[in-house]
């Protein structure tokens, strides 16, 4: 048989992910993943974490799911929409490897009502290890990074917060240094109010930067992009790269103005771009992400599970996780110049 790189088990009874076998299994080259419907699967196992090719899992309205384990390394979309059984994640959540192939991310746990206290700190922590750990070309790139799940409150890594939609936070003094690397957006959202949401429901950000000696400059950001029906609150937590910001207020910079204080303005807006007053934006977050000082940045280095072509564990590479985290044993712990730039999405990327 043939190596796969699609696999679609969707409304399917399958119980669990097929074992592994280095050398011989045809699931180690898959890139598309989908249990979208399994009613009866209740964990993926340990080895979906050696799919190093895997890009794309999706496993919606699977209602028996109870845990999640860590997640491979190049994973760059799950969709576990609807899990309403889901309570637990591993921790780490996925693996990260330096340097990493690629650090486009979407994690979405839309109505995963049930998940714990420590699995929401894990899928919120993911989010700040990657941003910290890939290297500064990669955020030169432009690429982003974002999750969403149940929840009331910002996480307390974020360093600015403020209930309601409005925050202005006062930036510190020489902030845009070079070793600044891109800003976290955070917005709760209160859906319990909003009806029908049959319409594509979009979360956006308008972030104006001030300056005495220049005109304001702004960019929105949509936080989330979803084609679907919330339930609760939700969090959502973006990150946009300084080179995404940069493009919105060129001239600006270019003249070495450097904004003293900002402005961010979240709303709830249907796919026609009009406000929905209904899904309250009640709190909301706003951080600066800067490459980690070297006692910060120390990383325990593990065996990878990039399988070469020959379809054997390659030695040679490694995975990373910052100092002071418990290394992952076979069984991970379960623990209007105005531009838009879609950093969090619904949509599935190119299969």
Known sequence: MENFRVLLLDRTSILEVPKILPGINSLLFLRHLSFSGN??????????????????????????????????????????????????VSSPLAFIIMPTEEIHNTFTFTNCCKLNEAAKNEIASH??????????????????????????????????????????????PHWCDN????????????????????????????????DLDAPCSRFSVPVENELRT????????????????????????????????????FKVTDGAGEEIPQCEVVKCGFGLVYEPDDEVSNVVTL??????????????EVTTLQSGEEAPTVTPKTADSTSENNIFSSGSPNK
Request: aromatic share 8%.
């Open 127 to 172: 989010v700040r290890r990657k941003c910290q750990l890939v290297s500064s070309d990669d955020h030169r790139n432009g690429n982003f990074i974002s999750t969403c799940y149940p929840g009331y409150e910002v996480p307390a890594w974020i360093s600015h917060q403020a209930y309601g939609s409005v925050l202005e936070p006062k930036l510190p």
């Open 230 to 265: 919330i339930e609760s609150d939700h969090v959502f937590i973006s990150y946009i790269s300084w080179s995404n910001i940069k493009k919105h207020q060129e001239v600006e910079f270019k003249k070495g103005c450097v904004p003293t204080r900002a402005v961010l303005r």
């Open 303 to 316: 065996p990878a599970a990039r399988t070469g072509m020959n379809g054997e564990c390659s030695q040679s």
């Open 39 to 88: 009613g009866v699967i209740s964990s993926l196992g340990s080895d979906i974490s050696l799919m190093y090719h895997l890009k794309w899992l999706d496993l919606k309205s699977c209602e028996k799911l109870r845990s999640l384990s860590t997640l491979p390394p190049n994973l760059q979309w799950l969709d576990a929409h609807g899990c309403i059984s889901l309570q637990t």
């Open 179 to 210: 070793k600044f690397l891109g800003i976290y957006l955070c917005a709760i959202v209160s859906f319990r109010d909003c009806g029908d949401q049959s319409s594509r429901i979009l979360a956006k950000c308008t972030c104006e930067f001030e």
